[in-house]
């Protein structure tokens, strides 16, 4: 079946602009999780979802990033007035359990100029 | 808190066996493995679960102290396809975020 997709998979984008980075989970699978990824790091938490509930957003960095997940499916990850230091990988997980496996998308590769 | 991963890097030949080890400072849920490679997304390897209970890849396999909060990874009779970096990622009993933690990595190359 498909896995996790992500789009897009780059994007470049001037210091200031706003940005919209889309997942699409493995279908069936209730929990939906964003990372971050800086480069020759580990991937860090970011947010996470049960369905469309947004039950923890405890690693998002600053009120300029937004997530939402309104039909429970696809997520969108929102960064507002994007700076220098949010230039990452961003990647999204998806997972049946909300305490199991997670499977990855691909990343999107943002990079604020 | 981030868990610790040893070594940091290691380079083996074709053939050859590798430990990787995990210790968390906070008590675990589960461990999971995943090995990533250059621009490419973590892929799932293993879970291993508090208790005992555990599922992955067949020729992989892994173990879960649970007292000593520490898992390793155990890649045998290695391959050239498993070079990459390998996470392991901790879920921590009581509640605090949902998502996993990561360590830094262990950076593994197989040579010819």
């Known amino acids: 079946g498909a896995g996790v997709s992500q789009s897009p998979r780059y994007k470049v984008a001037k210091r200031g602009q706003d940005v919209a980075l889309r997942c699409d989970p493995i279908?069936?699978?209730?929990?939906l999780f964003w990372y971050q990824q800086a480069l020759g790091q580990g991937p860090e938490f970011l947010t996470y979802?049960?369905?469309?509930?947004?039950?923890?957003k405890s690693g998002l960095p600053s009120d300029r990033f937004f997530a939402e997940r309104p039909e429970g499916s696809v997520s969108t990850l929102k960064i507002q007035r994007t700076q220098q230091e949010d230039s990452a990988v961003y990647l999204c997980?998806?997972?049946?359990?909300?305490?199991?496996?997670?499977?990855f998308g691909p990343g999107t590769r943002l990079t604020v100029t | 808190q981030q868990p610790v991963q040893s070594p940091q890097a290691v380079i083996l030949r074709e053939g050859e066996d590798a430990v990787i080890n995990c210790s968390s400072s906070?008590?675990?849920?589960?461990v999971h493995w995943y090995r990533q490679k250059h621009g490419e997304a973590p892929v799932f390897l293993m879970i291993?679960?508090?208790?005992?209970e555990q599922k992955g890849h067949e020729k992989i396999s892994a173990s879960f102290n649970e007292k000593k909060q520490q898992s390793s990874l155990y890649l045998t009779a290695s391959q050239l396809s498993y070079s990459g970096t390998y996470f392991c990622?901790?879920?921590?009993?009581?509640?605090?975020?949902?998502?996993?933690?990561f360590g830094k990595g262990t950076h593994l190359i197989i040579q010819p």
């Open positions: 990622g901790t879920d921590t009993t009581g509640g605090g975020a949902d998502g996993l933690t």
């Open positions: 291993l679960l508090k208790g005992g």
């Open positions: 906070k008590a675990l849920y589960s």
């Open positions: 279908s069936g699978h209730v929990s």
């Open positions: 997980a998806s997972s049946f359990l909300a305490r199991g496996e997670q499977y």
């Open positions: 979802f049960q369905n469309e509930a947004q039950l923890d």
